[in-house]
């Protein structure tokens, strides 16, 4: 077993506060030819300006910026290298300095973690994080290849040309463990796709039982259709900021912490690790797991990358007790319905073995303990890879400050993007809005980060 030494767990350490004051998104398409890709970061730029109740103008908004942080997955989808200059150019903010991120399915969150350390540091009072893809330039069979070429090429791209195709077996496997019938995975699609129905962003809302996602067309066995996320168009873009700035801008800002994790490429080939425990986990609490099941750790069926971000963010952010008493909302990665479920036992909302008892408990579900996924997730509401872990932050952020209505239930927001307000709309507004905890998750595992934002009102 390979353990970590003393300085691998160090815990990291912001030199000041970091805020996140503003959030700006597109909806989400599967094709969106209607505007070139810096028009629609520009749609999202001008929400995060005009739209989230700031003290200032939106031109004196934007006169405090002074560094920008932007995520873009891959330079195949648009044919255009170096495109975070022509986003940086369009949106008027030349000659500040720029920088891009690259993370696979973890863009958005390792950006917002790039920008989070140029708060914390020093070197900036103001930082704009933006994310964006544009899929829908190549046809579904090229995208999934250009997806399938971030697992390792030696190894594990020339077996498949699609992502659905390494997490099949990992669902397999973690039905096999632990014992896990497929309902609960098509229980999560139920979950997720329905409540995407109350967001204006969705691009899959669905109003489905069980029954149908278990009687879908299948992708790649055993996942059907709707346990997996599709390919989206779309921005998204959030504000961070010292204390100072941030109070001068907002009345309510909410501070961030955000670690990150990372893991190899080759999943079947995971070496046997240490478990690095939860702040509220005990010492030999998973000794059953080598000892009755006779797995290494995190062999096929956890994410030690998705561990190691909560590992630190948790103590960052002075998380001592369990998650779903902690928080009051999480969002997590949900690209396919096994790897939600894989999650819940990296992030601790039950221990490993017994992470289908999230979904059973009703602690997942609005109303329950820590309801997850109210934006509709990856599975719902968008999967622009560079913008999905910047989108998620921007959801945590409006339930905490208590405007999940004013974005998603304002009818002329329905309207602004050709849709009509459900009939049957209800709010999932939070009423506790303490903590909210989102991951970022990139391939199958290797790049992972835990953004955790807390209301300083009520905490």
């Not at 797991?289 to 002075?318: D, H, I, T, V, W």
Request: negative net charge; glycine residues 8%.
């Amino acid at each position: 077993m390979i353990k970590f030494k003393p300085g691998n767990l160090r815990v990291p350490q912001f030199q000041r506060p970091v805020y996140v004051v503003a959030g700006g998104t597109t909806d989400y398409r599967k094709y969106y030819p209607e505007y070139k890709l810096e028009e629609l970061c520009m749609m999202a730029f001008r929400m995060l300006l005009e739209e989230n109740d700031l003290k200032l103008e939106p031109l004196e908004v934007k006169g405090m910026i002074n560094m920008a942080c932007y995520g873009e997955f891959a330079d195949h989808f648009q044919d255009q290298l170096l495109c975070e200059a022509k986003v940086h150019d369009y949106l008027g903010l030349d000659p500040l300095p720029n920088v891009g991120i690259k993370t696979g399915g973890a863009t958005g969150g390792y950006t917002t973690l790039v920008g989070a350390n140029m708060v914390a540091s020093g070197y900036a009072n103001c930082v704009l994080v933006m994310g964006w893809e544009r899929m829908d330039e190549v046809d579904t069979r090229t995208g999934n290849y250009y997806i399938s070429t971030a697992a390792c090429k030696d190894f594990e791209t020339r077996l498949a040309r699609m992502y659905a195709a390494y997490y099949a077996p990992m669902a397999r496997r973690f039905a096999h463990i632990f014992k896990v019938k497929e309902e609960i995975r098509a229980a999560i699609a139920v979950k997720n796709k329905g409540y995407a129905w109350m967001s204006p962003f969705a691009q899959q809302p669905a109003k489905l039982t069980v029954e149908e996602v278990l009687a879908g067309r299948i992708a790649c066995d055993p996942l059907r259709m709707h346990e997996c996320c599709a390919m989206s168009v779309g921005a998204a873009c959030m504000l961070l900021c010292d204390e100072e700035t941030a109070y001068k801008l907002s009345d309510n800002p909410m501070r961030l912490y955000i670690a990150g994790g990372t893991h190899t490429l080759r999943v079947a080939d995971r070496r046997n690790m240490e478990i690095p425990l939860l702040p509220h986990e005990t010492p030999g609490m998973y000794d059953w797991m080598e000892k009755e099941l006779n797995e290494p750790y995190p062999g096929f069926q956890s994410f030690l990358a998705s561990r190691f971000a909560a590992y630190m963010a948790y103590r960052m952010a002075g998380i001592t007790k369990e998650p779903c008493e902690e928080f009051d909302l999480v969002e997590l990665h949900d690209a396919f319905t096994i790897s939600d479920l894989q999650t819940y036992g990296d992030v601790g909302l039950r221990p490993y073995g017994r992470e289908e008892e999230y979904i059973t408990s009703g602690d997942a579900y609005y109303g329950g303990r820590c309801p997850s996924n109210l934006s509709g997730g990856l599975l719902g509401t968008m999967h622009a890879v560079g913008a999905t872990g910047i989108f998620q932050g921007i959801e945590c952020l409006w339930q905490l400050q208590g405007k999940y209505d004013k974005f998603h239930g304002d009818p002329k927001m329905w309207e602004r993007y050709g849709k009509k307000k459900p009939a049957d709309w209800k709010s999932l507004q939070i009423p506790r809005r303490r903590r909210a905890m989102w991951i970022s998750h990139a391939g199958v595992g290797s790049h992972v980060t835990c953004g955790i934002l807390v209301n300083p009102e009520e905490v």
